[in-house]
């Protein structure tokens, strides 16, 4: 996707405060990344190349990339895992699998596999420590994998304990409020990519205003296709920081990009400092 269509990339930066936070990890930063769409067209290399170098320059404790790295046809991620390799971070690299990541045939395994080549730990239903045992680190299950089981990973942690949680699909919020969870990281929705100022991303409002343009109009903008509708149900989380209840999430806006492009909603890397 030619950066005419993308906008300019956007460095985010926000401080999240959590509860009970170790002191050995106030002041953690963490990069995050999402929807990288690897596959030759959605994402440039330039893109790419300045995410990689942001990211870096920022000198993170920790990376994280919330999923789907490829579209369909897992074969780019064999070049994807050669620019990856340039990302540093202090405590490691870790990631979970989008929508994305799991469709085409052996795409999981093959996703999985080729980042597991360059250090960078995938986590399914999984439960890590880079920042310490008093700050664990859950990647969960594609939401709409067969192996989405939150309850069998949120179990095994001490409720007075702070968690970080990764879930590529920010739907799983709703869900996730029966735990606790100091901080979801998601991406999936791109933002909205057609975003109004000051108003919000247009597909929010797709009952009240998308339906009546053109169904000729729509089919030329996938964000404003039915079937893209259904791709979230929380579209009003499609991208910054949200309070779920008594939890706190963020949502990423990706890096790739669906044709015909984004308006107002550039693609992100997000720098989260934790207090």
């Known amino acids: 996707m030619h950066w005419l269509l993308t906008g300019p990339l956007s460095l985010e930066k926000l401080v999240v405060k959590i509860e009970g936070l170790p002191a050995s990890t106030k002041g953690t930063r963490i990069i995050q990344l999402s929807d990288l769409h690897y596959d030759g067209f959605r994402l440039s290399e330039e893109m790419l190349e300045q995410a990689i170098i942001t990211s870096n320059q920022a000198e993170p404790d920790l990376v994280v990339i919330t999923g789907d790295f490829i ?131 247009l597909i929010v409002y797709y009952k009240e205003f998308v339906r009546r343009i053109p169904k000729e109009v729509r089919k030329l903008i996938p964000f404003l296709r039915p079937d893209y509708v259904k791709v979230l149900q929380h579209w009003e989380w499609a991208q910054g920081f949200h309070k779920i209840g008594k939890n706190q999430l963020y949502v990423n806006r990706g890096l790739g990009t669906y044709s015909p492009g984004r308006l107002f909603c550039p693609p992100e890397v997000t720098l989260i400092t934790l207090e």
């Open 71 to 201: 579209t369909n046809d897992p074969a780019p991620v064999y070049k994807l895992i050669k620019r990856l390799k340039k990302l540093q971070s202090r405590a490691g690299i870790y990631a979970v699998l989008g929508n994305h990541d799991i469709w085409y045939r052996t795409a999981q395994a093959e996703v999985t596999a080729a980042l597991k080549s360059v250090d960078i730990k995938v986590l399914w239903n999984e439960i890590a420590y880079p920042l310490g045992k008093d700050l664990p680190l859950v990647g969960l299950a594609e939401y709409w994998s067969k192996a989405f089981n939150p309850a069998l990973v949120m179990n095994q942690l001490d409720d007075t304990i702070p968690r970080i949680v990764l879930s590529h699909n920010p739907d799983t919020a709703q869900i996730l409020q029966q735990w606790r969870v100091d901080l979801q990281l998601s991406g999936h929705s791109h933002g909205g990519q057609i975003v109004l100022p000051d108003i919000g991303p």
